[in-house]
């Protein structure tokens, strides 16, 4: 059973930073890609920033210059260095991973998401 878990959520004033970290916990094959989503209330899921094997990146273009992504591949690690908060960056964030497996489809897992509030 695979799963992930995320922390460094919270509450933060505007201008702060927060870093998130998720972990893939269970056995895997390999990552095509590792990242994070949001969803705010009444709003849609976006994403936030993923990175893929190879090393390419995608950020929102709404995070571009504030939020970095990294990846600890040997540890099936993923981190959101969160910078120059603003309160339109509150929502929950939700990690996700698309895991390949010899013999089976890709699959995609979540994490159970962590509440990340900017307010001052």
């Known amino acids: 059973q695979v799963q992930l878990v995320e922390s460094g959520g919270g509450l933060v004033q505007p201008g702060g930073s927060l870093r998130l970290s998720c972990t893939v916990i269970?056995?895997?094959?390999?990552?095509?890609?590792m990242g994070w989503y949001r969803q705010a209330p009444g709003k849609e899921r976006e994403l936030v920033a993923k990175?893929?094997?190879?090393?390419?990146?995608n950020y929102a273009d709404s995070v571009k210059g504030r939020f970095t992504i990294s990846r600890e591949s040997a540890k099936n690690t993923v981190t959101l260095q969160m910078n120059s908060l603003k309160p339109e960056d509150t929502a929950v964030y939700y990690c996700?991973?698309?895991?390949?497996?010899?013999?089976?489809?890709?699959?995609?897992?979540w994490g159970p998401g962590t509440q990340v509030t900017v307010s001052s």
């Open positions: 269970g056995r895997i094959f390999s990552n095509n890609y």
């Open positions: 990175m893929h094997s190879g090393g390419n990146t």
């Open positions: 996700n991973t698309e895991v390949r497996t010899p013999g089976i489809p890709t699959l995609n897992y």
